[in-house]
Every structure is written in structure tokens, then in C-alpha cells.
T-cell receptor
Framework: GEDVEQSLFLSVREGDSSVINCTYT??????LYWYKQEPGAGLQLLTY?????DMKQDQRLTVLLNKKDKHLSLRIADTQTGDSAIYFC???????????FGSGTRLSIRP | KAGVTQTPRYLIKTRGQQVTLSCSPI?????VSWYQQTPGQGLQFLFE???????NKGNFPGRFSGRQFSNSRSEMNVSTLELGDSALYLC???????????????FGSGTRLTVV
């Protein structure tokens, strides 16, 4: 079946690293994504990883994929107040031509 | 390059009425997908259109419908509105074909529908 799960909340201190975790169930996933949603806005694609990759780094963002455990994580280095948002993990399934989203993790930053 | 445009941004309707939301995709994008976002249910897939054809549909009642025009603009319609239809409706576009279709959607800012 198709299901993407993530924890609802994460609080980190400014300057620390944030790690947001996600699990998915469909082994036929082709791409996995991280989206960011700020208040009153739509979703912004942060990064994506192809299912045959283990890791992808893009500036402060590091995505790790454990395909065996169907586990995806997003690490944000040196977290800033501007990183406060809801982060959605998502998977695309080629045959279904749709993207399935997790429930989102609300990241809050402590001074 | 203009982004995905959704109109209107905000809408207030009464129970029993019907509503039409509009989405203009990025130029050259032929796929338009619609999602409903609510605090309780998160992001739920409504449907996807590609070249004027509905290619995929989520688990929503028949009161929710959509269409896509030859210029790839899409509309979704909700008839006989219920209080539970209050949500942020998001539209996303992509090329819809080939591997690049899987490089994620570009989302609009959404239409916030309130049913009273």
C-alpha cells in the first residue's frame, strides 16, 4: 500500500542540526522528496533523491535514504529561524503518476 | 518564468453551494494535480490531469470534479458544499512525462475555502 509517515513536531535550538525522519511503505517508489511549507504558502520543493541513491547533499541539506528499511531523513545543518516551517516527506510512484505526502513535521526553532 | 497561479486566494461559501477553483500551470507543463490540505487529514490527493484527460483520481466523493483545458489550465469544482470541505486546495504542475515528471511538482499558493 501507499503510506508515508513522519513525526508531527520537532524543536531544535538555533545553530544546531535538525533531523527530520520519514518512513514509507511502497517499495516501487521512484523518487522521494522533501517539501517545505511556510505559513500561508504552498509547498516548495527543497530537494529530491532517486530511489537508487543513498545520500544527496545540497548546501545545508543532507538527505539520507535507507531503501532496505524504507527510511528517509532530512538533515538541516546550522538551523536558522527562517527554517521554521512544516516539512513534508513524499514519494512518487511511477505507475500511479501521483505523489503521496506524509502528514508533515512542524519544525520550530528555539533561541 | 511565471509560477503556478491559483485563483481566487480566499473564498467563503455557504453549505449547499457549489464552487469552482482555477489553476494555471507553469508554461509548458501539461500535468496538473489537485490536493486538499486540512489540519486533520493532511495533504490528500484529489486528481491529476494530463493533456485534458484525468489520469488518476483519489478517494473523494463524486461532488469533487475537475477538468483541464487545451491550454493546460485546470479547474476543480465542488458541488453541494459541506462544512468539512473547508480546506486549503493546492494545485501543482509538472511536465507529466518521462523521468523529469518525477522531479517533483511546483505548487501554487492555494485557495483557502471556508464553508459556513
Amino acid at each position: 500500500g501507499e503510506d508515508v509517515e513522519q513525526s508531527l513536531f520537532l524543536s531544535v535550538r538555533e545553530g544546531d542540526s535538525s533531523v527530520i525522519n520519514c518512513t514509507y511503505t511502497d517499495s516501487s517508489s521512484t523518487y522521494l522528496y522533501w517539501y517545505k511549507q511556510e505559513p500561508g504558502a504552498g509547498l516548495q520543493l527543497l530537494t529530491y533523491i532517486f530511489s537508487n541513491m543513498d545520500m544527496k547533499q545540497d548546501q545545508r541539506l543532507t538527505v539520507l535514504l535507507n531503501k532496505k528499511d524504507k527510511h528517509l531523513s532530512l538533515r538541516i545543518a546550522d538551523t536558522q529561524t527562517g527554517d521554521s516551517a512544516i516539512y513534508f516527506c513524499a514519494e512518487s510512484i511511477w505507475s500511479a503518476s501521483k505523489i503521496i505526502f506524509g502528514s508533515g513535521t512542524r519544525l520550530s526553532i528555539r533561541p | 518564468k511565471a509560477g503556478v497561479t491559483q485563483t481566487p486566494r480566499y473564498l467563503i461559501k455557504t453549505r449547499g453551494q457549489q464552487v469552482t477553483l482555477s489553476c494555471s500551470p507553469i508554461s509548458g507543463h501539461r500535468s496538473v494535480s489537485w490536493y486538499q490540505q486540512t489540519p486533520g487529514q493532511g495533504l490528500q490527493f484529489l486528481f491529476e490531469y494530463f493533456s485534458e484527460t484525468q489520469r488518476n483520481k483519489g478517494n473523494f466523493p463524486g461532488r469533487f470534479s475537475g477538468r483541464q483545458f487545451s491550454n493546460s489550465r485546470s479547474e476543480m469544482n465542488v458541488s453541494t458544499l459541506e462544512l468539512g470541505d473547508s480546506a486549503l486546495y493546492l494545485c501543482a504542475s509538472s511536465t507529466g512525462q518521462g523521468a523529469s515528471a518525477n522531479y517533483g511538482y511546483t505548487f501554487g499558493s492555494g485557495t483557502r475555502l471556508t464553508v459556513v
